[in-house]
């Protein structure tokens, strides 16, 4: 069974900066990839980021382009969102999730809360 566990979430003045990660574990860990979502109050799961396994294959949201940036370290199966110059409607709950195989992703964290303070 897999794991994903967040951290680095916290209360941050618009302008900001916030880096999270999320550390994949598990018997017979397969990645295919990672991805971020986030999901404000009274609003959908929303696709933020994501990322490749192997090679250098990364897509974002249009609303988080060139302010985020998704990364990882393959040795320690970890996967980063650098979020810089945050605002206010970024703020939502923030979840790591992953795919073992191409499609839809079929592992999720808890999340981690993400606030902008204007």
């Known amino acids: 069974q897999v794991q994903l566990v967040e951290s680095g979430g916290g209360l941050v003045q618009a302008g900001g900066s916030l880096r999270l990660s999320c550390i994949a574990s598990?018997?017979?860990?397969?990645?295919?990839?990672l991805g971020w979502f986030r999901q404000a109050p009274g609003k959908e799961r929303e696709f933020v980021a994501a990322?490749?396994?192997?090679?250098?294959?990364?897509s974002y949201a249009d609303s988080v382009k060139g302010r985020f940036t998704i990364s990882r370290d393959n040795a320690k199966n970890t996967v980063y969102l650098q979020m810089d110059n945050l605002k206010p409607e970024d703020t939502a709950v923030y979840y790591c999730?992953?795919?073992?195989?191409?499609?839809?992703?079929?592992?999720w964290g808890q999340g981690t809360q993400v606030t902008v303070s204007s």
């Open positions: 990322i490749r396994w192997f090679g250098d294959v990364r």
């Open positions: 999730a992953l795919r073992s195989q191409p499609g839809d992703y079929d592992s």
């Open positions: 598990g018997r017979a860990l397969s990645i295919y990839g």
